[in-house]
């Protein structure tokens, strides 16, 4: 079956930098994206990967490596509003999206 | 109004009500979705629209009922729900389908809470 893997919680420190890490099996590859998803609110668009490597976003960067099934979210100087969910997505060789089930990330001050 | 809007954002109904979920978006895009999201769980897609026609339907029991009218509005039609059926419901909205990069633009959601 298809899977994507990714940690339920992570707790980090105001202005420290965390990475949260995403790992995928899935049929075929054609992209992987990442949401940020604030409570109570709609699921935002962050970044979106195809190729191998690095993309940078101001504070936010998103890595992946497709030989190793592989991606993970950095964010550096941590802030407060930083705090929220944050969503892993795979598309398979159908263009299907599968979901992680999210890693929600508590910043303290 | 901009983005995607859905209503009520909070539901609440006896298992043998009938309700609707309503949803709009004013994105110009061409295909909509309807997504269940549950306490920890992967996000669940429901039903698929491109061009107001239904081009997905991943096994959801009968008892959600999806209406597309046009390409702006879509609707998700409740009755006779379980109690495992409540959860956050969530719209939305892409420029085009089978794409790899087109990305999702989502509503706030409507929490449903079955009694």
């Known amino acids: 079956g298809q899977n994507i893997d990714q940690p339920t919680e992570m707790t980090a420190t105001e202005g420290a930098i965390v990475q949260i890490n995403c790992t995928y099996q899935t049929s075929g590859f054609n992209g992987l994206f990442w949401y940020q998803q604030h409570a109570g609110e709609a699921p935002t668009f962050l970044s979106y990967n195809v190729l191998d490597g690095l993309e940078e976003k101001g504070r936010f960067s998103s890595f992946l490596s497709r030989s190793k099934g592989y991606s993970y979210l950095l964010l550096k100087e941590l802030q407060m509003k930083d705090s929220a969910s944050y969503l892993c997505a795979v598309k398979d060789s159908n263009y299907q999206l599968i979901w992680g089930a999210g890693t929600k990330l508590i910043i303290k001050p | 109004e901009t983005g995607v809007t859905q209503t009520p954002r909070h539901l609440v109904m006896g298992m043998t009500n009938k309700k609707s979920l309503k949803c709009e978006q004013h994105l110009g895009h061409n295909a909509m979705y309807w997504y269940k999201q549950s306490a920890k769980k992967p996000l669940e897609l429901m039903f698929v629209y491109s061009l107001e026609e239904r081009v997905e339907n991943n096994s959801v029991p009968s008892r959600f009922s999806p209406e597309c009218p046009n390409s702006s509005h879509l609707f998700l039609h409740l009755h006779t729900l379980q109690p495992e059926d409540s959860a956050l419901y969530l719209c939305?909205?892409?420029?085009?389908?089978?794409?790899?990069?087109?990305?999702?633009?989502f509503g706030a959601g409507s929490r449903l809470t079955v009694l």
């Open positions: 939305a909205s892409s420029q085009g389908e089978d794409s790899g990069a087109n990305v999702l633009t």
